[in-house]
Structure formats: C-alpha cells, structure tokens
C-alpha cells in the first residue's frame, strides 16, 4: 500500500512534560546546569519528567473513521493536538495529509473578546479558505450553528452549547480532508448531536478521514469503523471497535492492583493478533445489523389507558438534522407517532405500544409500491425497522393521483432517550427498485424513564431474569 493511502502516519510519538513543584524551581533549570557545566560538575535536574505520550505508531487510512478510548489521563487529547499541530512532539514524528479540521475543546482558537462573525472569518482564515469561500460558506455555517443574533455578540457572552454548535459548523464547512473531534459533541441536546453525527457520516462518505474520542464506547462501536486504546501514554490496542471496547472496559474496572497485569496481557493479544473472532467493522455496509421485532399485535384496554395517560407531544422536539431525497413522482406528508386512540405524541412510554403512520401523494403511476419506516439513535445506528411488502415484485399498484396511509405498528422496547424516524417510499423502475420519496430524520421520540427497567443495553429484548436458589448455602 502506498504512502498516498494513507492520511495519518504517527511514528514513535512521544511527548515529555517537566513537572515544577514550584514556581522557582523554573528558574533554577534555565540558570543553574549552566553554571554548573561551566565549572564542570554534574548538572542537576530541578524538574520531574512526565511523558504523556510514549512510543505511538499507527497509521490512518483515507476514509477510515478511527475512535481513541481510554481512561482519564491516558493521552488522548495530547495525541489528537500533536496531529493537529497545536503541540510539538519531543521525540517522533506526525504527518496528516491535506486540511485537517479540529474540534478539540469548546471554543478552541476562538478568542472570546472577538464576535462570533469575526471568529468564523479568522478560524476560516487559519484553515486556508479565502475570503470569497468564506463569504460563500458563511451562511451554511450560521444555519448549522442556529445561534441566530449571537453571531454578532463576544463569544465570550455565549453559552458552552453556543461555543461548541458555532466551533463544530466552522470545522464541517472548511471541506476537511481530516476531521478530528475530541468528546466535544457531548454539549448541546439530542437533536444537534444526531445532526452533528448525521454530518460526520456525510463528510466520512465523502473520503474524509475522521479521529474522534469518546468515554462512550457505544458511539464509538456504532460510528467507526476501528479503534485504538491508550493507557498511560502508551497505545495498548488497535483493531476493530467490537474488540478494543470490551479491553478498554476491562482496563476501566479493574482494581489498581491489578492494572499492570491486565495491561500487559491486552497489549500481548494486540500484538498477536486475537481480535476475539467478531466480525470487522470496515464501513457503514459492515457496522452492526439491524434488529427486526415482531411485537404482539393485542393491547387490552388496560394498556391502551395507560399509553394514553403516559404519552404526550412535545411540541419543541424537533428534529435538526433532516435530509429528503428528490421527489420522483410521490411525496411523504404528515409523519407523525400515534397512540392506538390516534391521538399524537413523541414522548413515549417504555414497553407501550404506538402507531408510526405517514401519507403518500402519488403524482405519477408507480409499479411494486413498497412503504418503509426506520428507527435510530442520535449516532445514526439503525435499530430496526420495516416495509409493506417483503420485496419489489410483491409491491402494489398505484395511480397518479392516489394518496396511500402507511401505519406501522411497534412497540417502544428501547432504553430511555431520544430516537429519530425515517420514511421511504419505493417502486420498481427500469433500474432497479428506486425512492420515489425518502424523509432521513423525518421525526425524533423519546422514551421516558422507567424506574422499574430490568433490561440493560439500547433494545428491550424482553428478557425475564429468573434465580435458581437451590442448593446454595
């Protein structure tokens, strides 16, 4: 493989801190080994050396999505600014190839006296664009960055999720060939994560590298595509994301004592290869399957009253991040959730059943006429989903002018938090089957907290926990 594959290559990176127990200690190192080498005695050291990096060596290929793990003070950060050029290596070297965009901290290379318009022109500057592609990008960034007059206001005044939301527009408007995130999309609600995430999809379709770090090694398993775990300031793991995750949980839970140890034999099963026998995850095509549930199709009235009593709409939940395909002959309106009494809502009970219905106008006559629908988390992770019929040839028939309901009925067997809905309709054409209309991120629902939730993980498989006493003492 060719050096132009690549758009990282780390080699022996290493950087060295010295550590001050106080302020004068500082001054004594500039002064005094050199008097002491002039009078030729043994220089002495007022420092303590703390390397927060030793030894790093990976490589990056284009269009790989890369995720950094690892516990609090295991370099992380350092390694992500050594890349980006924002600190200089002591032993090593670093190369990123093309523009490299970063979201390190919130607000980093802002300065707060400056307005956020000033701050877009400088940022934007330092990334190499010129003032006509700046003046061409400025509204796409204020769109994503939907802090509306503030843009015109010190940075200073603004709110963390104000900092990160104008930061992060600024970083996927500058067209990155390497776009690096450090934890910083933490800030800001569920609707800003799923669109900030459904970009990152789009730039990474795109060919672009990304580095992103995470404490949540969920998104780092549904966003990428591999992953690297440092410890330390050492790099102990490097492979698929099915296999550094489960490692970096063992580091994270082990008692101290025991640390070393269990460092070491992750290192070892690195380095010799044993990825567990899970599947790679090379790609979006590759990531983790869908789950399809076949809900239970009666509700008693007991149920239904509870659904109806519990659920409610939200009228601010509102998604940010929707995409729509070009019409090609049929139009989606009105997606919403149900109850079964047809009332709306997008606050749902844990475990209830709902109603996901939409309509479709058709303007011209389409062929083998299929419905779907699709669920997924704020990282785009497709849960699972449905469609009308089970293939093209068993579609139906439609005529221009006819307007069709899709109703599909599910249950909300998922962890509390917020989701997001797809809508597609299909037809047979002369390619293949192709979307005559497709809503990415039509809508978004939250599934309220249960305080008596058994399950653990995103989906509610249902599962009945059952203890054997027998025998024991």
């Known amino acids: 493989m060719s050096s132009d594959d690549f758009s990282i290559r780390v080699d022996g990176l290493s950087k060295r801190y010295e550590i001050y127990a106080q302020p004068a200690d500082r001054l004594k190192q500039m002064v005094l080994p050199r008097v002491q080498r002039a009078m030729r005695r043994p220089a002495r050291a007022w420092f303590s050396e703390f390397w927060a990096l030793r030894d790093v060596s990976f490589d990056v290929r284009k269009g790989e999505t890369v995720g950094i793990v690892g516990r609090n003070g295991s370099g992380k950060s350092t390694l992500l600014q050594m890349i980006c050029g924002t600190l200089t290596p002591t032993l090593g070297t670093v190369a990123a190839s093309g523009r490299v965009a970063a979201l390190l901290e919130l607000g980093a290379g802002f300065n707060p006296e400056f307005t956020g318009r000033e701050n877009v022109r400088l940022s934007g500057l330092l990334y190499g664009l010129s003032e ?96 690297i775990l440092l410890d330390q300031g050492e790099m102990i793991a490097d492979g698929t994301p ?131 629908m699709m669920i997924k988390t704020v990282t785009g992770l497709e849960l699972g989903g449905a469609a009308t019929a089970p293939n093209v040839a068993s579609g139906m028939v439609v005529s221009a002018g006819q307007r069709l309901q899709a109703r599909f009925r599910f249950r909300a067997m998922l962890a509390p938090g917020v989701y997001f809905m797809n809508a597609g309709v299909t037809a047979a054409a002369p390619e293949g089957e192709t979307y005559l209309d497709r809503i990415i991120d039509v809508l978004m629902f939250r599934v309220a907290h249960d305080p008596e939730r058994m399950s653990t993980g995103t989906v509610d498989f249902h599962v009945l926990p059952d203890l054997n006493v027998e025998g024991v003492s």
Do not use: W
Not at 186 to 211: H, M, N, P, W, Y
Not at 323 to 348: D, F, H, K, W
């Open 242 to 372: 099915r296999f550094v995750v489960p490692r970096y949980h063992e580091l994270l839970y082990t008692p101290t004592g025991k640390a070393a140890a269990v460092r070491e034999a992750i290192k070892q099963e690195s380095i010799e290869g044993k990825s567990g026998g899970g599947l790679p995850i090379t790609g979006p095509g590759n990531r983790l399957g869908r789950l399809a549930n076949e809900m239970p199709a009666e509700v008693d009235g007991v149920e239904i009253r509870k659904v109806e009593e519990s659920a409610y709409f939200d009228e601010v939940m509102l998604p940010h991040s929707t995409v729509r395909y070009p019409s090609r002959g049929a139009s989606i309106a009105a997606p919403r959730i149900e109850t079964r009494m047809g009332r709306q809502v997008n606050v749902l009970s844990p475990g209830r059943e709902y109603i996901y219905t939409y309509d479709v106008l058709f303007q011209t006559t389409a062929i083998g006429v299929r419905l779907g």
């Open 132 to 227: 006509q592609e700046l003046e061409a990008r400025f509204d796409a960034i204020l769109d994503f960055a939907e802090i509306g007059d503030f843009i015109d206001q010190p940075v200073k005044t603004y709110s963390s999720g104000m900092y990160v939301r104008l930061a992060f527009a600024v970083a996927i408007n500058v067209s990155p060939d390497v776009l690096v995130v450090d934890e910083a999309l933490s800030v800001g609600d569920e609707a800003f994560q799923r669109k900030c995430f459904a970009r990152i999809d789009a730039i990474r379709d795109a060919g672009a590298t990304v580095l992103f770090v995470s404490h949540a090694a969920g998104t780092v398993v549904e966003l990428c595509d591999r992953a």
